[in-house]
């Protein structure tokens, strides 16, 4: 409605009801807009290969193993990484430098 008000440059202190801003847009009610716009969806998944689908993406992430990493400690229980010394502070900083590592790994290679 905030676009087709814009549109019409029909200002909100001009307290013009919903019903005639469809009415001067020649537009049905936004229920129909809706229900088309979930119709058009519907149509696009039963055209779509069931390779794409939500289901068979969601079983492939199941399917995946989640990353693993060998977390080391040095003598103050600071958390570094083995191959190049850096500490961190959070587990999840080093997992992203450790993945780092692999994608530079995996690029020499």
Known sequence: ???LRA???VKWQDRVPNSEILRRAKMTGMESLL?????RWCGHLVRMES???LTSKRQ?????PKPSYDYTYDSNGNLYCASCNRTFKSKFG????ARAHARRDQGMS
């Open 1 to 3: 409605m905030k676009c």
């Open 51 to 53: 390779f794409r689908s």
């Open 60 to 64: 492939h992430r199941k399917t995946r």
């Open 7 to 9: 549109i019409l440059r």
């Open 94 to 97: 080093f997992a992203s430098h």
């Open 35 to 39: 229900m088309r716009n979930q119709l």
